[in-house]
């Protein structure tokens, strides 16, 4: 089994999961949607920032960019619920420190040939 095969089975697993959260909360108040949704993001855009430097052999693509592509997801729904909380706050400067290490570490692994 290759590395697509884990790295699908990964998301549709975090999808999956996902979507139970938000099932369960439904009828629930939005603050207990909001922290329902708002960890799962905060800890897949975690994951994502631990390995968005791998640019060797492009093994971000496998461990980042999936984590990264769900905490987005749940980004829009955690905004929708709670944009003044301190908690999205600190996803947003995860996701900035993200960009800049994942920029950072693409020109220090020459993965633009420029």
């Known amino acids: 089994m290759g590395m697509w095969s884990y790295t699908i089975a ?8 996902i979507l139970i ?3 369960f909360t439904k009828n629930k108040d ?3 949607r909001y922290y329902a949704l ?3 993001c905060m800890i ?19 461990l980042a960019l999936p984590a990264l592509l769900i905490s987005v997801i749940l980004f ?3 905004r929708k619920l709670g944009s003044k909380e301190r908690l999205t706050k600190i996803i947003l400067w995860n996701y900035a420190l993200l960009l800049l290490l994942t920029v950072t570490s693409a020109i220090f692994f020459e993965v633009f040939h420029w």
Do not use: M, Q, R
């Open 10 to 17: 990964i998301f549709l697993a975090a999808l999956a999961a």
């Open 21 to 23: 959260a938000w099932i």
């Open 30 to 32: 939005d603050k207990t």
């Open 38 to 40: 708002a960890i799962p």
């Open 44 to 62: 897949c855009a975690v994951w994502a920032l631990v390995f968005c430097w791998t640019w060797f052999y492009y093994f971000n693509i496998f």
């Open 76 to 78: 829009y729904f955690v």
